[in-house]
């Protein structure tokens, strides 16, 4: 990337690819693992993990899927909208079970019953993991319920990690999905970062990159968290093009008007062109400079 060497990186801070080297142990992400890794350790059907696009929840789970412990069977469904059939040809896939034309959906459900059996037999733990599951079809998540379903007199045979929007807990919220929604007995919100959390956020992820120093002027880390309403995704998109403008001024830092003109090149962030964050941010230079207990 053009601005790498001149900042002194080593590689590309504010990628949108979910990418677990960069992965920040904020509070939110912290308490959101906590939760998986005690609800999965208590042997619990469902769990769900929702927030709102771009607050990093399929890097929640790749980070999950990397940490995983040996005794787990893990399945990985990215784009789960599908059919019962393809979920559980899916599912039976990511277990080791062949796909053939020949087995129809009776049989599968058998094959898939023994394959979770022989896997509990030797000791291991299977849990299926699912991205964006607001888009799972009615009938699929009827489908996945029945599967958790099986179980030996211990314990589950299936355990399944949710992570989806605020529009699947608007589903599942619905009568039809009671049976469901009982059956969630962990589940976790992700939240929006903070000021603070920003600049621990935007420092993590450089220093990673390989630069100590703080590239941000104070004023444009304020900007930062303003209009990207602390999403994180929007927090990279940001930081990146105002590098990008940095660089082509040959700044050694980026200040509130890299930050400004990226926000109005950024569809999801562009303001309303009006005086008050003009004001607002002249305000937070003056209480940023101003000596203790004058203001």
């Known amino acids: 990337m053009m601005y790498l060497q001149h900042f002194g990186m080593q590689q590309a801070p504010f990628g ?15 308490q959101a693992m906590e939760v998986l890794q005690v609800a999965l350790a208590q042997g619990e059907g469902f769990i769900k993990v929702t927030g709102e696009v771009g607050t990093g929840k399929t890097l929640l789970c790749r980070k999950l899927l990397q940490e995983a412990p040996a005794h787990w069977a893990l399945a990985y469904l990215p ?6 059939l393809e979920l559980k040809w899916a599912l039976a896939l990511e277990l080791g079970l062949k796909q053939s034309a020949n087995i129809d959906g009776p049989q599968l459900a058998q094959l898939l019953q023994r394959q979770l059996m022989l896997l509990a037999s030797q000791q291991k ?3 299926l993991l699912i991205d964006e599951a607001q888009a799972l079809p009615d009938d699929t998540l009827e489908a996945l319920r029945l599967l958790t379903n099986l179980e030996t007199e211990q314990r589950k045979l299936l355990q399944v990690v949710l992570f989806g929007q605020p529009e699947l807990d608007r589903r599942l919220a619905s009568y039809q999905f009671r049976q469901l929604r009982q059956r969630i007995s962990f589940s976790y919100q992700l939240a929006v970062l903070n000021r603070a959390q920003v600049q621990c956020y935007l420092q993590a992820r450089l220093q990673v990159a390989g630069v100590s120093k703080q590239l941000f002027q104070p004023l444009a880390l304020w900007a930062l968290w303003h209009y990207s309403r602390g999403i994180p995704r929007l927090v990279n998109i940001l930081a990146h093009k105002a590098l990008m403008l940095g660089y082509g001024k040959g700044l050694a830092r980026i200040g509130l008007s890299q930050v400004w003109q990226a926000v109005l090149d950024t569809e999801d962030v562009k303001p309303a062109l009006h005086w008050w964050p003009w004001l607002a941010a002249m305000l937070v230079l003056v209480w940023w400079w101003m000596p203790p207990g004058v203001i």
Do not use: E, I, K
């Open 125 to 127: 733990q299977v849990v």
């Open 16 to 30: 949108l690819t979910p990418n677990t080297a960069f992965y920040v142990d904020l509070p939110t992400h912290q």
């Open 79 to 84: 784009d789960p909208n599908l059919s019962p």
